[in-house]
Structure formats: C-alpha cells, structure tokens
C-alpha cells in the first residue's frame, strides 16, 4: 500500500469543520434527543449505505479513504439508527464453554508453553473451532469482529505448520499499517525462542529497509495489499515460493478499494497454497473472491448480535456554529475517560487535534497524512494515558486495539454503517461497557 502524497488534497471544506469557539447562545453542552423507538433500525446484518460513494481503488500506504479532490459527499441518514440506551449487554451471557484446550491442539510444546506464559488458558470461540480445521490443512472462512482472538486462532497453526514444515511461506494482508504491526507484535510473543522470521511490509515507511529483509529468509511476511503487490513488482518478493495466505479484515480492505491488488497478488501464489479468510461481514464482493480463489472453504461464523446492539448509543444535537463548543462540553465530564473521536477528513482532524490541545485536553491524532512514525507515537501516548482524546479518520476504526475505551465520538457522520460499527466497536471491548455518541446536526 503505497503513500497518497501524489493525489491532490481535498479542497472540500465543511461548514461543521469550524472549530472556531463562538459563545453559544443556547448553550454548549448540547442536546441528546431520544427518537421514537418503534423506528429504530434493526442493525442485524444491514449493509444500508448512508452515502453512494465507493472508495477509490488507489493504494494507501495509511489505510486511509481515497478523499479524490472533490469533497466529502455528505451522508443520508436516519438517526434513530444511533441510539440504543438499553444495550443487550446488560443482560450477562452465558459463558462459552470450549470443546478444547490447547493442548488438546497438539501443537509444538514450545508454542503451548508460550500460549500458557501469557497467561491465556482457554481458547476463545474462534480459536476453539477454527484451529482444528487449519492444523487439518483446509480453507477457512472466519466470521468474527475484531477482539475475538482471530490473530491467534491463524498464527498459531500456522506456527506449528512452520514448525513442522520448514519450508513455508506466510504471507498475511490486512487492511492498514496499525493492525500489521499488531500481528506482528503477536507473531513475536507466540512464537518466542522458535527461530522463525518474519517481517512487516507497509506503506507509508521507507521502502528501502523492507527490500532489504526480504533477501532474508521469512517465514512470515505481513503487510498491506498495496505495499505487497509494489514489492512483488519489484520482484523483490517471488508470490510462487507462498504456500500459506491470510486475508485478514477482508471486507475493510475490500471497502477501500483494494480489491484488484488483493486479486493480483492471489493470482500470482501457488495454486496449492491454503487461504485463510476473516471478515467481519460477508459482502457479494467477498464472496467472489472467497469463490474464486479458495478450494471448498469450512465457515465457522462466531458472530453475536451487530456491536451496535451491546454497546450504549446516542445522538447530540447541535448547531453547525457551535459544533466545537458542544464537543468540548463533552469532554468536560468526568465520565469520558479515554476517548476517541471520528472525523471525516485528515486536515480536519488534525486541526481538530490542535484546537482540543489548546483548549486543556491532551490529543493525538492519526490520519494518512502523517508519517508510520508519527502515528505509532500518536497510539502510543494514547495507550499509555499521556492522551486522553485521540482522534482519527476511519484509518483507525480497524486494527487499533486499545484496552478501556470508554466513549466513542462520531464527530462527523461515517459514510457507510459498516464504518459506523467498526468505529463503535473500539469501546465497549469484552466485557467492559462502552457509550458512542453520534453528532448530528440540528435542523
């Protein structure tokens, strides 16, 4: 996945993108509004569109949304679709009782250790159904929602495949920098003290230093579509020595327009390779590709009800001129945290950021418009509390995995509701309670 300093910026401009602080006539705290509940939307497997753009099919070296120079389209919407005060996970459910362990899993000593000395006993659903069905060789489709443990239920088969087969080849796609540098990270502490090699190809870094670990021998390459298939023309990386591929996060790299990179660069990979698929959802799109390129694949969906039934959900009103005075009256509860706020557009968060620091309230950013750098010592500060607001376009709405988040802020409407659920569900995580607020403007 390559830079996008060549397309040209967005000239785009929002009237709800000034932050410009204007004392506030009606009051700055804004106003959460309940609409009737018989008009709620079921979220259950809904794909509805709010907008009708597709994302651009250039590669991105951040993962971020192609803007195109034209402005954001605005999305129609229906905001009843954002409030559910009475989340279904108020109600306890019934612990998931594992047909395995893992040494049930039989596999190397060394990884079941490693798994034990990071304190994990039991596997999670996916892990316990899923596992089996890789050790055995066979194609698999994961359905599952980030926080599931679906890293670990395809590295740690494909770990011990490597450990008995000396001569595999991973190659592992995802959808954006954050969440290849997260495998990575995971990679690491399964595979400790295992003499296996691995190495992350992502855009936005210097290309140079990955040229360079790929004349190493790797048994994993993780990385970006865009990025991969630059490299593979480069012949720096040969698809024909790949016996093993994971599409991780598929609709999300499907919905940013990757998919012909995605095709290319499974085109090229040995026909006997085995495909690993995980989605959250599974569009018409996805199932193409599940048809075309993999051999009879096993299903196991561990899917709950949508996110968006188990997290708490409401609306604040405001008016465009005092949009920034409404978000800041938020943040001056006690209750919000640890924070993250969604923007349309890479300038605007990033002066959003700005104006937030200004007014008293530590925030990072991340956008496609900054560097790898940079936005890992952005989610750093976040994760380790020295922010407390960190926002960013839907760049980060997948493969940023930070523990207590407890509010979610769309500060601009998502285009799609796929892109809605995948920003709620940053809070909310396992068993803790999350709250996502949605801002819509008042008419």
């Given at each position: 996945m390559q830079t996008n300093n060549s397309r040209r910026p967005s000239t785009g401009r929002r009237p709800s993108s000034d932050f410009s602080r204007r004392p506030s006539s009606a009051g700055a705290g804004g106003e959460r509004r309940s609409f009737n509940r018989d008009t709620q939307a079921s979220t259950g497997g809904d794909r509805r569109r709010f907008g009708t753009r597709r994302p651009s099919s250039s590669r991105s070296g951040g993962g971020a949304r192609?803007?195109?120079?034209r402005g954001r389209k605005q999305p129609s919407f229906d905001p009843s679709q954002y409030i559910n005060k009475n989340p279904v996970s108020a109600t306890p459910e019934v612990a998931y009782q594992p047909k395995h362990t893992f040494r049930d899993f039989k596999l190397d000593k060394q990884i079941s250790d490693n798994v034990l000395a990071l304190g994990i006993e039991n596997p999670s659903p996916i892990q316990d159904q899923i596992i089996p069905l890789i050790i055995e060789g066979k194609d698999v489709i994961g359905l599952a929602e980030t926080g599931t443990g679906k890293?670990?239920?395809?590295?740690?088969?494909?770990?011990?495949?490597?450990?008995?087969?000396?001569?595999?080849?991973?190659?592992?796609?995802?959808?954006?920098?954050?969440?290849?540098?997260?495998?990575?990270?995971?990679?690491?502490?399964?595979?400790?003290n295992l003499k296996q090699f691995s190495t992350t190809c992502v855009g936005g870094t210097n290309i140079n230093p990955?040229?360079?670990?790929?004349?190493?021998?790797?048994?994993?390459?993780?990385?970006?579509?865009?990025?991969?298939?630059?490299?593979?023309?480069?012949?720096?990386?040969?698809?024909?020595?790949?016996?093993?591929?994971?599409?991780?996060?598929?609709d999300r790299m499907l919905d940013m327009g990757f998919i012909h990179d995605m095709r290319k660069i499974l085109a090229g990979v040995s026909a006997n390779r085995q495909t690993l698929f995980f989605s959250a959802t599974m569009t018409d799109e996805a199932e193409r590709l599940v048809n075309d390129f993999m051999r009879n694949p096993k299903t196991i969906s561990v899917k709950k009800s949508d996110t968006t039934k188990s997290i708490a959900q409401d609306v604040v009103l405001f008016e465009?001129?005092?949009?920034?005075?409404?978000?800041?009256?938020?943040?001056?509860?006690?209750?919000?945290?640890r924070v993250i706020i969604f923007g349309s557009m890479k300038h605007s968060v990033e002066k959003l950021s700005q104006e937030l620091y200004k007014n008293g309230i530590k925030a990072e950013s991340i956008h496609g418009n900054k560097s790898h750098g940079q936005r890992q010592r952005s989610l750093n500060a976040f994760k380790s509390g020295q922010a407390r607001v960190l926002v960013a376009t839907d760049v980060a709405a997948r493969g940023i995995h930070v523990d207590n988040v407890t509010h979610v802020i769309n500060y601009d409407l998502p285009n799609t509701f796929d892109d809605y659920v995948h920003r709620i569900g940053r809070t909310g995580r396992g068993t803790m309670r999350g709250e996502a607020l949605t801002f819509v403007p008042r008419h």
């Open positions: 192609p803007s195109g120079g890293t670990a239920a395809f590295l740690l088969p494909l770990i011990d495949k490597t450990m008995r087969e000396k001569n595999q080849v991973t190659l592992i796609l995802t959808p954006t920098r954050e969440l290849a540098l997260q495998i990575e990270a995971e990679f690491r502490k399964f595979g400790a990955q040229l360079r670990a790929l004349r190493r021998n790797n048994h994993f390459i993780i990385g970006t579509p865009g990025r991969i298939l630059d490299l593979i023309e480069r012949k720096a990386l040969r698809p024909n020595i790949i016996t093993n591929v994971v599409l991780d996060e598929a465009h001129t005092h949009k920034f005075d409404t978000l800041l009256a938020l943040l001056s509860k006690d209750e919000l945290k």
